[in-house]
C-alpha cells in the first residue's frame, strides 16, 4: 500500500468525496437473492488510498468456516473518474465517479465460471466514518442480487 503521507491526492483529478474516503473501513457484506432473501455473509474491510491521481485498495474477506481471501486493486483518476483494474482479477475494469451529494457511484464487469458479472453500486458517506454501500448484480445481463454493508472507519 502507497504511503498518502508522502504525496497528497491531486484534486485537479480527485473529486474531493473519494479523499473521504482515505482509510480503513470495515463492516459486515450481506448478500440476497434476486428475490431478496438473505444469501450469505461475511466480514470485509477495505483501505483506500489516494496519492497524486494514483489510487489503492485492498479488500480483505473474513468468511464465517474462519478463511480468508485478499483482493488488490489499483487506478488512476483521469477526467475526475476514477478507473480501475486489479492484479487480482486479469479481465477486471471499474469506473467510479462523483455523484453529488456525499454519493459515489461504481460500475465494475469481471467474468466469473464464464459468465459476465456486473456490479452497480452506490457508496453513501453518512458522516466522516460512516459510509453505507448497495451493490446490484448482474450475471450476462440477468439481475442477479443485491448486496450492502454499512462500513466504519477503523483507520
Request: include cysteine.
Amino acid at each position: 500500500m502507497m504511503s498518502t503521507s508522502e504525496i497528497e491526492p491531486d484534486l485537479e483529478q480527485v473529486p474531493e468525496i473519494f479523499t473521504r474516503h482515505i482509510g480503513t473501513w470495515k463492516g459486515e457484506y450481506i448478500k440476497t437473492d434476486k428475490q431478496g432473501h438473505f444469501s450469505r455473509s461475511f466480514v470485509g474491510s477495505f483501505t483506500i488510498a489516494i496519492a497524486g491521481n494514483q489510487y489503492q485498495q485492498v479488500n480483505k474477506y473474513e468468511y464465517a468456516d474462519g478463511s480468508r481471501l485478499q483482493l488488490d486493486f489499483e487506478g488512476q483518476f483521469e477526467d475526475r473518474i476514477l478507473k480501475m483494474r486489479s492484479s487480482s482479477y486479469s479481465d477486471f475494469s471499474a469506473i467510479a465517479w462523483d455523484a453529488g451529494q456525499d454519493l459515489v457511484c461504481f460500475r465494475a464487469n469481471k467474468t466469473q465460471d464464464g459468465a459476465l458479472i456486473t456490479f452497480i453500486e452506490t457508496m453513501t458517506l453518512l458522516s466522516e466514518n460512516h459510509r453505507v454501500r448497495s451493490t446490484q448484480a448482474f450475471k450476462d445481463g440477468v439481475f442477479d442480487g443485491i448486496s450492502f454493508i454499512e462500513e466504519t472507519r477503523i483507520a
